[in-house]
């Protein structure tokens, strides 16, 4: 009996040291548990049983044979690395990636004269009488830079001549001294992906979801899908019509008994009745016509006419 008691502790103890050595290796550091790129998971990583099919971990799932950490809220700008934890793009944060990062506000300065934050990036920019070095960072004082009077900077060209520069997403206005924003919405085709419009920003630009349409997941991809106005009663229906959800839109149908357009409908009118049946006159209408007609009506024959002369 002590043999079986003892045979059953060291079995115990024997599971008990393999769950730890597997919850070790599941909570390996993201260093070790990510590829060259940083965003790629090493083969093996989740995997809680090999065999055929694969067994994967709570918290991930079986994707043609590999494991794979899920996320049930969508990494906006990164990706699932390990269950329900995104690993952000450079330049953004946020449980789901979904924060731009100011890098303009970090107490380190990351460019030496003036910073301009953009969305998951900065741009670097130099004060009048400066160049932007090649690094496009650092800022270095060129000859005949005041005298230019330029807004943002200048820089060499050939020959050593000098002329006023503008930060990325700005371009030099008439006068060569100041910056204007340069609209990528109007001058560059398809910028955004089906379903999203391009909304111009100062240096850069953004692309939302069309009318008719709220941004959305579907199987961890992030896109404008339809919004069902019918649903949501953001329609402008009557109420006496029915509310027709469409792909980005909706129309609007009035009831049986109603007639308009949908977004108006008023109560159909029936058939007019028959006329009224003709009604006798009244006694003072056929006194009225007694009298019209005897003073009308011509004189009888030897009655006189005038004076008798």
């Known amino acids: 009996m002590e043999l079986i008691q003892q045979l059953l502790i060291v079995t115990l103890h024997l599971i008990n040291f393999s769950l730890a050595h597997l919850q070790d290796s599941t909570n390996r550091s993201m260093e070790e548990a990510l590829g060259p790129t940083g965003l790629s998971l090493q083969p093996g990583l989740g995997v809680c049983a090999s065999g ?3 067994s994967c971990c709570l918290g991930w799932r079986n994707v043609n044979g ?5 996320c049930r809220k969508p990494c906006i700008h990164g990706t699932c690395t390990r269950p329900d ?21 970090f107490p380190e ?7 301009m934050n953009t969305q998951g990036s900065y741009r670097c920019y130099c004060e009048p009488g400066s160049t932007l070095s090649t690094d496009r960072h650092t800022c270095t004082e060129g000859p005949g830079c005041p005298s230019l009077r330029c807004q943002f900077g200048c820089q060499g060209g050939a020959g050593g001549l000098m002329s006023c520069t503008c930060p990325p997403g700005l371009r030099l206005a008439a006068n060569n001294k100041t910056c204007e924003d340069i609209d990528e919405c109007a001058s560059q085709a398809d910028m955004c992906t089906p379903r999203r419009v391009c909304r111009n920003t100062f240096g850069s630009y953004v692309c939302v ?34 509310c027709l959800n469409t792909d980005g839109s909706y129309t609007c ?13 008023w109560l159909r009118k029936a058939s007019p009745p028959p006329p009224p049946p003709p009604r006798h006159a009244s006694h003072a209408a056929q006194y009225y016509r007694y009298k019209l007609r005897k003073r009308t009506r011509p004189r009888l024959l030897g009655s006189p006419s005038g004076p008798v002369g």
Not at 66 to 70: G, L, T
Not at 86 to 102: E, F, K, L, P, R
Not at 109 to 115: N, P
């Open 52 to 54: 055929r099919p694969t």
């Open 253 to 265: 149908r009035c009831g049986e008994d109603y007639a308009g357009d949908g977004r108006t409908c």
């Open 209 to 242: 979801c069309q009318d008719g349409f709220v941004m959305g997941t579907l199987q961890g991809a992030v896109l404008c899908r339809d919004k069902d106005e019918c649903v949501t009663g953001s329609h402008g229906c009557s109420r006496h019509a029915r």
């Open 85 to 105: 934890t995104c690993t952000c793009s450079s330049g953004y944060g946020g449980a789901q990636c979904d924060q731009d990062v100011n890098e303009c506000g």
């Open 109 to 115: 300065r990351l460019c030496s004269h003036r910073c």
């Open 66 to 70: 590999a494991c794979q950490p899920v």
